[in-house]
């Protein structure tokens, strides 16, 4: 492999390991902070012994994401030096204010609410976590502000061979990040939410607590079904505004090489980039015109056209993406988003029967459904990213340009191992300690502070 290849397939390994922890600490710090609120209206006990069984996943999990994302930020300086020195005057705006206002913002209250439970006022307390909470959502509305700027450069000029910024505001309400963060907020509540239901699904089937995991399923489906319907919708405007600033990514989504008014949604398609052409296209007439225009008739571009328009603006070069990788994770993320709709549909018709808490087959459904997010999160990230190709910063810096030109492919390889061995490592820790913390108890109350302190 050259230093090219190497150097993306070792960026993609840690965003893509880091981001399972991302989404689901944003929608379970929610459900905790949601459990504690009715505990502090109700003051009922099974709302307190709920909010701390699921507080103490939600603080390994948290732990997780911080050590992951740290390795992230490295790389840029280590094998994209280049695209560092291009965007750094914009990109480590937003990185920075993530850092310095969300992070610190969660690290600070997570503090408090973990040493604070018997010391502070039970409002203070209740506060500290919906902060932590807030501030997720904080740090990953900074963190799209950095990527929606790779996706659609705003606010800036070039000077020098860089990009400088001349518009904050423009960065900072960029109408990319605007699509993009309300989809990856219901996307995150959709995984915190399978979360806690495949973990109260797991307690229930060992007859464990019942009463206590009833409740907490019931939470999490109304968050779960809520959140599944609503990300439908945003995943919908976010598809509108990909077809009008990223045609590309489009076509390459729906494999569509040919210009077509109107344009066929593609169900199935054998995809031969050689050839460019897709083969055994399985198509439902007119649905690509609505997804991408919200009407019947408007033509979408194909990626042969395309490809000669981006020859003319840009020069020479191939301009089209990884079609089929793009091609199939988004019919996975969007087949796990129906999916998703349907069994938390499921999960309300039992708890209207009265036998949600009772339905084995149900819940050893969401045992394995549970898992499902974190494969629907990843391939839309690969739709995101991998869509964008060539380039790292969409019609001004190429992905082969961002390269360090001092950094050769054994160190790539060398670090790529490190970072993956580490990783491995704390993929056993962490399943290790939610394993000793979630799995059935006669008692669901975990261990006291010291014994949780100790376990860490």
Not at 214 to 220: D, F, K, L, V, Y
Not at 386 to 400: C, E, N, S
Request: proline share 4%; with cysteine.
């Amino acid at each position: 492999m050259d230093t090219l290849i190497l150097g993306r397939w070792q960026f993609g390994i840690t965003t893509v390991y880091h981001f399972l922890f991302v989404p689901l600490t944003i929608g379970l710090g929610f459900l905790v902070a949601v459990m504690q609120s009715i505990h502090y209206r109700t003051g009922n006990d099974l709302y307190r012994r709920m909010t701390q069984f699921f507080g103490r996943l939600f603080v390994i999990l948290f732990t997780l994401g911080v050590v992951t994302g740290i390795v992230q930020e490295f790389q840029f300086g280590m094998n994209w030096s280049e695209y560092s020195r291009f965007v750094g005057d914009i990109f480590g705006i937003p990185l920075a204010i993530e850092a310095l206002l969300a992070f610190f913002l969660e690290s600070t209250f997570l503090g408090l609410w973990l040493f604070g439970r018997d010391r502070l006022p039970k409002w203070l307390h209740l506060v500290s976590i919906w902060c932590v909470s807030i501030g997720t959502l904080i740090s990953a509305y900074w963190i799209l502000v950095a990527n929606a700027w790779m996706q659609v450069p705003v606010g800036y000029h070039l000077q020098n061979g860089r990009a400088e910024l001349t518009d904050f505001v423009a960065v900072f309400l960029n109408e990319r990040v605007l699509a993009q963060y309300q989809h990856v907020v219901t996307g995150s509540l959709i995984t915190g939410g399978f979360f806690v239901l495949g973990i109260s699904a797991w307690q229930l089937i060992a007859g464990r607590n019942i009463e206590l995991f009833s409740r907490a399923a019931r939470i999490a489906l109304i968050v779960t079904g809520v959140s599944a319907i609503a990300a439908a919708t945003t995943g919908h405007s976010q598809a509108q505004y990909t077809a009008r600033s990223q045609p590309m990514k489009i076509a390459a989504m729906e494999g569509l090489w040919e210009t077509e008014g109107p344009a066929s949604f593609s169900l199935f398609a054998i995809q031969d980039e050689a050839k460019r052409t897709g083969e055994r296209n399985l198509r439902l007439p007119y649905l690509l015109s609505v997804l991408a225009h919200n009407n019947l008739t408007t033509p979408v571009d194909g990626m042969k056209e395309l490809q000669a328009q981006y020859e003319q603006k840009y020069g020479p070069g191939d301009y089209i993406p990884p079609v089929t990788v793009v091609y199939w994770a988004f019919r996975i993320m969007v087949g796990l988003g129906m999916l998703f709709i349907a069994v938390s549909l499921l999960g309300f018709v039992f708890w209207w029967r009265g036998t949600l808490d009772r339905a084995t087959p149900f819940l050893r459904l969401l045992l394995v459904v549970m898992f499902l997010p974190f494969v629907a999160n990843t391939a839309g990230w690969i739709v995101t990213e991998m869509g964008r190709q060539p380039w790292i910063v969409y019609g001004l810096l190429k992905t082969a340009n961002g390269l360090s030109p001092s950094v050769g492919g054994i160190s790539i390889w060398i670090s790529m191992t490190v970072f993956t061995c580490i990783y491995g490592a704390l993929a056993v820790i962490g399943g290790i300690l939610i394993y000793r913390f979630a799995r059935p108890k006669p008692d669901a109350e975990l261990p006291t502070e010291e014994e949780a302190a100790h376990a860490y």
